[in-house]
């Protein structure tokens, strides 16, 4: 069973930055496909950013955010700079065993728990 578990979230005025992880246990980092959604307050689940197992990678918020993987630690970060208000949300982790960058709620197998962001203006 994998199990994910997000931390680095918190307030931060708007331009400032955070770095979000997410910590994989019960399998290999190597051999899961991870991705990054948010989901804000009366709005559904949106995907952030993905990273296969078998390469590549594909973000959709390019200069600002950057998805990482350690496969040596088991860890996933995503590193969010130049925050707005509107990136406010909670930032969950997922995990997959295909390859490939999905970018669909329902192609995850397994989730974390979510932390929290938010952006002061």
């Known amino acids: 069973q994998v199990q994910l578990v997000e931390s680095g979230g918190g307030v931060v005025q708007a331009g400032g930055s955070l770095r979000l992880s997410c910590v994989v246990s019960?399998?290999?980092?190597?051999?899961?496909?991870m991705g990054w959604f948010r989901q804000a307050p009366g709005k559904e689940r949106e995907f952030v950013a993905a990273s296969s197992w078998s390469g590549g990678s594909t973000n959709t918020v390019k200069g600002r955010f950057t998805f990482s993987r350690d496969n040596a630690k088991n860890t996933v970060y995503l590193q969010m700079s130049t925050l707005k208000p509107e990136d406010t949300a909670v930032y969950y982790c997922?995990?997959?065993?295909?390859?490939?960058?999905?970018?669909?709620?329902?192609?995850?197998?397994?989730w974390g728990q979510g932390t929290q962001v938010t952006v002061s203006s």
């Open positions: 019960g399998r290999t980092l190597s051999t899961l496909s």
């Open positions: 997922a995990a997959r065993y295909g390859s490939g960058t999905g970018r669909a709620v329902y192609v995850y197998d397994y």
